[in-house]
């Protein structure tokens, strides 16, 4: 699908003149059916920019449409938000003392009692808490009350799901489940989901599109994929891979030849392997991390770090051949 649904315009929310904050002049666009995650450090204005999207905030500047249709700020309307967009925040916004079921039933009419069994039923199949039905959200886990707010915010025919910081309260074990289910059901429905995180793992597993925010700035709007192999700054780079950073006599000592200020390279671009290239390099620490081993490398003082797939193969103190198969320069 290459309908668009939502359109941000010159979108400006300052929060005090005489410092950086909320968002300046923010444009872009979303497809209908994808998942777009806004990535970036705490305080770059994710969320000030989802709750403008949603009509709970009123920018200083610039505009948001749904479907062509200007979204309207608070001032304008007597309930703050878009009818056709929910909004799942970090606290969930449940009812605790009540039962799942009546927490996900109570968002529908009670015009045809079957009718909102049925669908509230099956909302609660997508969401994989059926067995939780009769429960009450005190005595659900963190994931669990998770899936109760998505399930709620989905059942009145909700066109955008807005998620703010989603997997702040799960763990890492249920984390991957949680968002293969949130990929699965956009997919299913043709459900438009925004959300914000400071985890770029988010945005790599789960977007069609990427923001990355800085200090209220929209740095790069691309595929993950193309964000990660292209990041368009260091900043881009650190926060979703972890980068390198050498300036340029750093890269000089290691015989880097660049007339920019700065290489850039991920861990895993260093080819451990004896080439015409490679440099001889010390291992300074070995981390374990699995079924890998990240290796910090020294040479003529300048540190790296690169990825060894086969754990413990090189020890702390050993010599290794590796050269920088690819980096950028800034």
Request: charged share 25%; hydrophobic share 40%; with cysteine.
């Amino acid at each position: 699908m290459n309908e668009q649904i939502i359109t941000v315009k010159n979108l400006t929310k300052q929060y005090q003149e005489t410092q950086l904050s909320g968002i300046r002049n923010i444009n872009f666009s979303i497809k209908k059916g994808d998942i777009v995650a806004i990535i970036g450090e705490s305080g770059s204005g994710k969320s000030t920019l989802l709750k403008c999207i949603y009509g709970l905030l009123k920018a200083n500047e610039g505009e948001v449409f749904l479907n062509g249709k200007r979204v309207k700020g608070p001032d304008e309307q007597l309930i703050p938000g878009h009818a056709e967009m929910k909004m799942v925040t970090q606290d969930f916004s449940l009812n605790i003392y009540a039962k799942v079921y009546d927490n996900i039933a109570s968002m529908l009419s009670n015009t045809d009692i079957a009718a909102k069994k049925a669908k509230t039923l099956e909302m609660m199949e997508r969401l994989r808490i059926t067995p939780l039905k009769d429960k009450k959200v005190i005595d659900l886990s963190g994931g669990e009350q998770q899936r109760v707010a998505i399930a709620k915010a989905l059942i009145s025919d909700t066109k955008v799901l807005l998620l703010d910081e989603p997997f702040s309260q799960v763990d890492a074990l249920l984390k991957n489940q949680l968002r293969a289910d949130i990929k699965r059901l956009a997919k299913e429905t043709g459900l438009t989901i925004i959300l914000v995180s400071h985890d770029p793992t988010d945005g790599l597993f789960l977007a069609d599109q990427l923001l990355i925010l800085k200090q209220g700035e929209l740095l790069q709007n691309d595929s993950p994929e193309h964000t990660y192999s292209n990041p368009s700054s260091i900043y881009t780079a650190q926060i979703l891979g972890n980068a390198v950073v050498l300036n340029q006599q750093e890269a000089h000592q290691l015989g880097i030849k660049t007339q920019k200020q700065h290489v850039v390279f991920y861990p895993e671009w260093v080819e451990l392997k004896n080439t015409w290239s490679s440099k001889r390099f010390e291992v300074s620490e070995v981390y374990y991390k699995g079924f890998y081993d990240e290796l910090l490398l020294e040479r003529n003082g300048v540190k790296i770090r690169a990825l060894q797939l086969n754990s413990g193969e090189h020890k702390k103190n050993d010599h290794v051949k590796a050269n920088i198969g690819r980096f950028l320069e800034f």
